[in-house]
């Protein structure tokens, strides 16, 4: 073999070889690139599935707070209507007229009151006389005091054993502690 068909063949010979390792590096490559695309899907599927995970975490915590918000304002309309219903049970007892006061009144006394007991009344209380005539003032000996409770209308009982407010306001704030829940309860229907 002579030296030109030597230098040849080792020329072949590295084409050859190179050519492998070209080919070699080729498939590693293929093979890296195609590791990385699929880690790569694998993170964006990840991160899509991440986002909608919060983005429904997100719009569920909306929906509570929004549901929340909406209890609110109806409790707040409900105490208002509430209120009005019982300002108007307030107005109501107010505009009684004298017959119907001293009847509600007298009702209470005989109810409430213990013999010997005080009934303080308004400053303002225009049915003195009316009441001092009420049977039950004189069976049970009350003792009745016209001024030096600040109520709007009743009266306050003063007794031996314990004081009792009678007064429209302490009754009607004690039916609504009683009734409240009732009454929301019937504007939802």
Same mark, same amino acid.
């Given at each position: 073999?002579?030296?030109?068909?030597?230098?040849?063949?080792?020329?072949?010979?590295?084409?050859?070889?190179?050519?492998?390792?070209?080919?070699?590096?080729?498939?590693?490559?293929?093979?890296?690139?195609?590791?990385?695309?699929?880690?790569?899907?694998?993170?964006?599927?990840?991160?899509?599935?991440?986002?909608?995970?919060?983005?429904?975490?997100?719009?569920?915590?909306?929906?509570?707070?929004?549901?929340?918000?909406?209890?609110?304002?109806? *409790? !707040?309309?409900?105490?208002?209507?509430?209120?009005?219903?019982?300002?108007?049970?307030?107005?109501?007892?107010?505009?009684?007229?004298?017959?119907?006061?001293?009847?509600?009144?007298?009702?209470?006394?005989?109810?409430?009151?213990?013999?010997?007991?005080?009934?303080?009344?308004?400053?303002?209380?225009?049915?003195?006389?009316?009441?001092?005539?009420?049977?039950?003032?004189?069976?049970?000996? *009350?003792? *009745?005091?016209?001024? !030096?409770?600040?109520?709007?209308? !009743?009266?306050? *009982?003063?007794?031996?054993?314990?004081?009792?407010?009678?007064?429209?306001?302490?009754?009607?704030?004690?039916?609504?502690?009683?009734?409240?829940?009732?009454?929301?309860?019937?504007?939802?229907?």
């Amino acid at each position: 073999m002579s030296a030109q068909d030597l230098v040849d063949r080792i020329i072949s010979d590295a084409e050859d070889e190179s050519a492998a390792v070209i080919a070699e590096a080729e498939k590693t490559a293929e093979r890296i690139i195609s590791e990385a695309r699929t880690k790569s899907e694998d993170a964006m599927r990840q991160a899509e599935d991440t986002a909608a995970a919060k983005a429904e975490a997100i719009a569920q915590s909306r929906a509570a707070t929004a549901r929340l918000d909406g209890a609110k304002i109806l *409790l !707040g309309e409900k105490r208002g209507v509430i209120d009005i219903v019982y300002s108007a049970a307030a107005k109501q007892i107010a505009s009684m007229d004298k017959k119907d006061y001293i009847a509600f009144l007298k009702k209470l006394l005989e109810e409430y009151a213990e013999e010997g007991d005080e009934v303080v009344l308004a400053d303002n209380f225009a049915y003195s006389a009316d009441l001092a005539k009420l049977s039950v003032v004189s069976s049970k000996k *009350l003792r *009745l005091v016209f001024g !030096g409770a600040r109520i709007s209308g !009743g009266f306050i *009982l003063r007794g031996k054993k314990s004081d009792r407010d009678l007064s429209v306001e302490a009754m009607i704030a004690a039916d609504r502690a009683e009734h409240e829940a009732e009454v929301a309860a019937e504007l939802l229907r």
